[in-house]
């Protein structure tokens, strides 16, 4: 990608592209954008890197428009920009923008409730059959199966219960997928219960609003794979292209007194973790990060716990993160209960009926960053609220911040509610603050 231009901002920022497999991109016109930016590091003189990771945005020009959003209000706080300058001499920053291939669980091809699977409007089977392919599994066995769930909607896409074929068609492709259930503090992606295809169709059938979301009729159990399969790519990603992409940006330069700052949304939540994590979440790192925002986080709300509550002696992925010391100032997380997508459909997707509701004053085994933030035995947890953009957080090294942003982060759209209300100047000053602790 050539290098980008935040509209009406005297401000560039490198947007570098990797495809699914977490190799970058090589069909630039420009050239590698990873060979520019350390060309960069190494010419201009750069004091802190700003990196960024969407959620699931599936292409490149959505992904342009969002970092155009979110670097465009982090430049307009001035005051933030000022206060960097003076505590850092030579304040010179560098504003890279990742793009790895997401997508939506999966309802952009139905539009919103209600819409008709008759004969007369159906979509186009092969082109459903090889959307999901690519999401789920690229085999033939997938793709066959996929069709006889495609087929079986366009018959009947509300059954009493799922025909048999439909039970059979889902179990292959939950096996083609390559993903296991292992519970809650497992790898995102893995983070589930056993998949229960009859399971997931009738308690979709008990749930049926959810922010707007469709998640009834025969194909909410391939949503719920699609959701899963999302963030096991982020996982994937942020362990190889990302954490190798990390990794050159710290040896670029000789000195250490480079500072980088990660933000993720969403699923890039997930990204920027394993990108410090490492493979299986136990790499090794060149030097620790200065700081880490995780904005509306779709991962779990244990990924970064000392010792799971539902399993004593297990730690949460994550956690070499925070016992590793692998970020040198906060780590810092919001919520909103106005997110509807982490808020109502994440603990749907793990797939375990009656994890939906709970008991008052206590915390869900599956529940979102971006709903509850950060829990769980071995972390310096400080739960605060969000306040304007011109008062100071004061955040402390080696602690947790869940920080309630409703006020703030209330816009609704759609099925996902205000999950990517988030270009505001008070949520760009919380990254500017954890940068500046």
């Not at 947007?15 to 016109?29: C, S």
């Amino acid at each position: 990608m050539p290098i980008e231009r935040v509209p009406g901002k005297d401000v560039t920022y490198y947007l570098i592209a990797f495809d699914e497999d977490g190799r970058e991109r090589t069909d630039d016109p420009d050239g590698l954008m990873s060979q520019q930016i350390v060309a960069a590091l190494k010419e201009k003189s750069v004091t802190d890197i700003f990196l960024f990771s969407h959620g699931w945005k599936g292409d490149i020009p959505t992904a342009r428009e969002q970092y155009n959003r979110w670097i465009g209000t982090i430049v307009s706080c001035t005051a933030d920009w000022d206060r960097a300058a003076s505590v850092r001499p030579g304040f010179k920053p560098l504003f890279i923008g990742l793009h790895w291939p997401s997508l939506p669980w999966g309802d952009e091809e139905f539009g919103s409730p209600g819409v008709s699977f008759a004969p007369t409007e159906a979509p186009d089977l092969e082109l459903l059959v090889e959307s999901y392919a690519q999401r789920i599994a690229c085999t033939d066995k997938a793709r066959e199966a996929l069709r006889t769930i495609f087929t079986a909607a366009l018959q009947d896409v509300a059954p009493a219960t799922l025909p048999q074929e439909v039970r059979t068609a889902y179990d292959i492709l939950n096996r083609e997928s390559g993903m296991e259930s292992k519970g809650e503090g497992a790898a995102p992606g893995q983070d589930r219960e056993p998949f229960a295809p009859e399971m997931a169709y009738q308690n979709s059938q008990q749930q049926v609003s959810f922010g707007g979301i469709d998640l009834g009729g025969i194909l909410a159990p391939l949503r719920q794979l699609s959701f899963w399969k999302m963030k096991d790519r982020a996982r994937q990603f942020g362990e190889s292209g990302g954490a190798g992409f990390l990794s050159s940006l710290q040896t670029a330069t000789e000195s250490n007194t480079l500072r980088i700052h990660l933000m993720g949304h969403s699923f890039g939540c997930i990204v920027v973790s394993a990108m410090l994590a490492g493979p299986a979440g136990q790499g090794k790192m060149v030097r620790a990060v200065n700081s880490l925002v995780l904005v509306q986080g779709a991962l779990s709300i244990w990924s970064y716990c000392a010792s799971l509550p539902f399993e004593k002696g297990k730690c949460g992925y994550f956690n070499t993160i925070v016992s590793d010391r692998r970020v040198k100032g906060p780590i810092v997380t919001t919520q909103s209960c106005h997110d509807t997508a982490v808020g109502s459909y994440y603990p749907i997707a793990a797939g375990l009926a009656g994890q939906v509701s709970f008991v008052p004053g206590e915390l869900p085994k599956y529940g979102a960053l971006g709903a509850f933030g950060g829990r769980g035995e071995g972390l310096a947890i400080k739960d605060i609220t969000m306040v304007p953009s011109d008062s100071l957080y004061r955040f402390e090294p080696g602690a947790l911040y869940n920080i309630e942003s409703s006020v703030f982060i209330s816009k609704m759209e759609g099925a996902s509610g205000a999950h990517s209300d988030i270009a505001h100047a008070e949520v760009a000053h919380v990254i500017w603050e954890a940068a500046l602790s």
